[in-house]
């Protein structure tokens, strides 16, 4: 099995390094911090006892899986020796390609460079380094463990066997890869934020309230969760800020983010990781409990 790197331990990067690990390959986790590195472990952990509580894994392929995540606080010397690295540090142009940068300098000359962006342009991602032909997207869809999509995002110099590397890799994890464009939002955001947004235009206007928004979409469109629930999940500053790269990539006016949206990023009302945004959460039920802001 190639080895492969996995830079940033934060949600999605904990969930590809469970993923890969759980299918055979051996994951160097890099991250800047041992603490943030050693929570990622601790989640890994709790993570893979969900798939073992329900029979989907044994206790020895947890043990297995746990065995092959090894943690690096260094890029240069997690890299070492991998043929894949799939980046999933914060979504932060410059960050990100500062880390290309070092990807380049520091993996073997062979190595495809993969990033998790969920709308940063993998063009200009691949622009920063010396290989653009073996940078692309991967855009895995939170929890990693559960979801089947992965977005496999060609950049404008991005080669067919890159990509049909990575449709391969991405098939041995168990998922199903789409391939698509580099273009604002690839496909994935580009059609969930408009929906998100129009939600959130809804709940503005008055047309109804949280409740019967996300009841309508997830019981008429048998939708897992309600748009605006969904946008608690993901974060209303990460759904802001991808609608800003499609308002501003695209240039539409069809995608100007709500100002209802842009007023609780201000207010630092970010949904699930802040303990409110559409709804209250961090109660400690697993009931949906409506923001007081947006009760009846
Ligand atoms: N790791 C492993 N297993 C997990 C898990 C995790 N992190 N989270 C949930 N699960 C498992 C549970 O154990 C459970 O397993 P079984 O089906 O075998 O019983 C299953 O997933 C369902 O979980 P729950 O019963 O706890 O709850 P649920 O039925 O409400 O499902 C959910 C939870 C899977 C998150 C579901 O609500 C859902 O699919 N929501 C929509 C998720 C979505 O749209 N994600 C994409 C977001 S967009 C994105 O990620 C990309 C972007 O760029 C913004």
Known sequence: ?????????????????????????????????????????????????????????SEDDKAATLGRITTFTS?????RGVELVVEAATENVDLKLQIFRDLDQHAPEGAILASNTSSISITKIAAVTKRADKVIGMHFMNPVPVMKLVEVIRGYATSDEVTSRIMEISRQLGKTPTE???????????????????????????????EEIDTVMKLGMAHPMGPLQLADFIGLDVCLAILRVLHEGLGNPKYAPCPLLVNMVMAGRLGVKSGEGFYSWGHGTKDLIVADRFKK
Do not use: C, W
């Open 1 to 57: 099995m190639m080895n492969v790197a996995v830079i940033g331990s934060g949600t999605m990067g904990n969930g590809i390094a469970h993923v890969f690990a759980q299918h055979g390959f051996p994951v160097s986790l890099i991250d800047i911090s041992q603490p943030a590195l050693d929570k990622a472990l601790g989640t890994i952990g709790k993570n893979l006892d969900r798939q073992v509580a329900k029979g989907s894994l």
């Open 75 to 79: 890029i240069a010397e997690g890299v």
């Open 180 to 210: 698509v464009n580099d273009y604002p939002g690839f496909v994935a955001n580009r059609i969930l934020m408009p929906m998100i947004n129009e939600a959130i235009i809804t709940l503005f206007e008055g047309v109804a309230g949280v």
